[in-house]
Every structure is written in C-alpha cells, then in structure tokens.
C-alpha cells in the first residue's frame, strides 16, 4: 500500500491509497491536468532517503524532452533540517521505484566523492558521515562503489 497527499492544483488536498506503484503512476498521469504534485515521503530502504513529492508531467510527450517527470528525494534523513538535502531529478518517463532507487545511489555516492577531499563545514562533514554509514565505508581514502 502506498500512502500520501494529493496536492490539487486548486489548493485542495486529498488523502492517497493506492495498491502500488503502477496505480500511482496511473493516479499522476491521469490527473496531470488538476494535480500539482503528490507528496509521498516513501522510504527508499538502505539509504536514509525518501521519495519526498512527484510532480506530474508538463505538457505533452515529445522526442527530446519526454515527459518531464519531476522527482524530488530527501537525502540523509537521520541528519534532519540540520544536514538534510532534497534532491531533484527529471525524467522522460514515469520512472520506477527500483529506477529512483538506484539513481538516489549514484546521487550519495557522488556526493561521498565530492566531499572526502575537501575541506568541510560543519553540515557537509555531518553529510560525509551519513554518506559513509549509507554506503559502508570504513576507510576515508576509499572510493564509493555502488
């Protein structure tokens, strides 16, 4: 069962049961013309991240832009308002939960990349931490592997 709300694009809100995902798929694409966005916070289990909110398509399908799909993903959960980032990502097609779930992977682990060498604030070093739980790294100087 996937929970959450829908957010009208009138201001109204909804509660959301669906069975799973295709259903949801079918709710946004359906509603693409009233719905401005569905608020999820579905856990992405192992790594401390949830889908935050999809946002139907925009306009028609087309070669080179698809549907543009918005996808926004909570990263680092545990670390709260504090060290928390939410990441955006659009796709051509209504992605799959196994598709968010693999590209919030290279997303944590390009960011444990990004930061093991440089020099940290207090928020980005709190980051690092999760980045290191999350993906199981014990040794500073190791790289990230998926």
Known sequence: ??????????????????????????????????INKIFLFREIPGLDSKIRAIYPPIGQYDDEYGLRVTVEIDLFERLGEQGGDIYTEKYKRFPSEDRIREDTKKIIKSTYDDLR????????ESQLEATKKILKIKDPKEKASI
Do not use: P
């Open 1 to 34: 069962m996937i929970t959450g709300r829908i957010q009208y694009k009138d201001g109204t809100n909804k509660e959301l049961n669906v069975q799973n995902w295709n259903k949801l798929i079918k709710t946004l694409d359906n509603g693409r013309d009233t």
């Open 117 to 124: 060498d440089s020099i940290l604030t207090a928020r980005e």
